[in-house]
């Protein structure tokens, strides 16, 4: 992934960025690879695995600037897409946070599943995008080529404002990898920070480089981070029933996963995940008081108010554009 797409970030970043590789403590030969290939790139050793969350913190509390641009590995960047997100973040001291539109690596002409053209949440926790829904993935026809207030940037290619990112603490740790960014943004968005989406910039994604989709760790690490997140930032008139009907789709999904598609990893990651979140929630609450008492906006338009299973099995809604809108 670094000989193939780093040269990119190199080539297009280098007049308005510091390139840096912060290494989890990996254990191929990819910090002999930047010492040889690629010299003039910052490297961040870190003594352990700290996953995407913590790895994150660590490697930022060693650099000081007024932006970081949170990049995967398997990012190709194209000419130029630096610009139009350091020019909006200048321009907008609102905004705590942008992203460009992903694309895919395999189809250029189809959005890539992880970021698309911005994410938004259901109202019971499931998020979507801007060219994605649940599976459905459109191609890029230009019908999301405007910029546009989000509820979350993808953390495959994610710009923050330093002072909003450490205002709330950076990314959770606990969380190791997954929901992480969009767990970050809502914490941004309820303290009155706006996260915005512009297409004018895009990058290529491959997209579960590291961990793939159908690996029971990441099922395991969705569901119980989704969970902790919506227990961190849910009002409390929402926070009761949300979870309530959670617990209930969360056993019907794991049934599904078994009964449908045989899959018993998936399964039991569910279960899993749900005996995590639950030996959590003790430990999330000084995190809940925190984040509600700091809470500016009490209604984010971005976090929508219908069920997206209802309007995507039942009424057959697939696309972005035929969702209802706030």
């Known amino acids: 992934m670094l000989r193939q797409y780093l040269p990119t970030v190199m080539n297009y970043s280098r ?10 403590a990996s254990t191929d030969d990819s910090l002999e690879l930047l010492r040889k290939e690629f010299p003039q790139c910052r490297c961040l050793p870190l003594e352990k695995n700290w996953g995407f969350a913590e790895g994150y913190n660590r490697a930022l509390r060693q650099i000081e600037a007024e932006y970081y641009l949170l990049l995967n590995s398997d990012i190709e960047v194209t000419h130029h897409w630096l610009t139009p997100l350091i020019e909006f ?9 942008c992203h460009p539109k992903l694309l895919s690596v395999f189809d250029r002409d189809q959005f890539e599943y992880s970021g698309a053209s911005g994410g938004f ?6 998020p979507f995008c801007r060219g994605r829904v649940f599976d459905t993935v459109e191609r890029d026809d230009g019908q999301y080529d405007y910029a546009t207030d989000v509820l979350w940037a993808a953390g495959a290619a994610l710009m923050v404002r330093s002072k909003d990112y450490w205002s709330v603490g950076g990314l959770d740790s606990r969380f190791f990898a997954h929901s ?3 767990d970050l943004c809502w914490r941004l968005r309820i303290r009155g920070r706006r996260v915005v989406c512009l297409p004018e910039s895009y990058v290529y994604h491959v997209g579960g480089a590291t961990l793939p989709k159908g690996n029971p760790m990441k099922t395991f690490l969705n569901f119980r981070n989704n969970l902790a997140m919506l227990y961190k930032c849910l009002p409390e008139e929402e926070l009761h029933h949300v979870m309530r009907v959670r617990w209930l789709l969360d056993y019907v999904a794991a049934w599904e996963m078994l009964l449908l598609k045989r899959n018993v990893g998936d399964f039991k990651a569910v279960f899993k995940a749900r005996r ?3 030996r959590w929630r003790k430990e999330l609450d000084a995190d809940r008081q925190e984040i509600q008492h ?5 209604e984010i338009p971005e976090q929508r108010r219908f069920s997206l299973l209802w309007q995507y099995y039942v009424k057959g809604r697939k ?3 035929d969702l209802p809108h706030s």
């Open 15 to 24: 007049d308005e960025a510091v390139v840096y590789v912060a290494d989890n």
């Open 89 to 97: 973040m200048d321009t907008h001291a609102d905004v705590a946070a």
């Open 121 to 126: 949440l259901d109202h019971y926790g499931y």
């Open 180 to 182: 992480e960014e969009i």
């Open 276 to 278: 995590a979140f639950s």
């Open 294 to 298: 700091s809470r500016v906006a009490k």
């Open 319 to 321: 696309r972005f554009a």
